[in-house]
């Protein structure tokens, strides 16, 4: 095992191009999945930065009548607030 850690480091020694791309795919990885990471905490898993996040409502507009909706400003007044 030692000897093949020899042989590794001393190819890679060798061939300084192969060690760089690799050393750069490997924080290339690291960083990109420690993005993903970060995103799914901040937006999945953490609570929502607001007073009462409880009382919150989500609104969706069924794809059926999507077309129909196209211009929701003049209707948004007759909702309750």
Do not use: E, T, W
Not at 7 to 32: E, K, M, N, Q, T
């Amino acid at each position: 095992m030692v000897s093949d850690l020899r042989y590794a480091l001393r190819a890679l020694r060798h061939h300084r191009s192969f060690a760089l791309v690799g050393v750069l795919s490997i924080a290339l990885g690291i960083g990109a999945n420690s993005v993903v990471f970060s995103l799914a905490d901040a937006l999945l898993f953490r609570p929502l930065p607001v007073p009462k996040p409880a009382k919150s409502r989500q609104s969706a507009i069924p794809a059926s009548r999507a077309a129909a909706c196209s211009n929701v400003i003049p209707g948004f007044r007759r909702f309750p607030q």
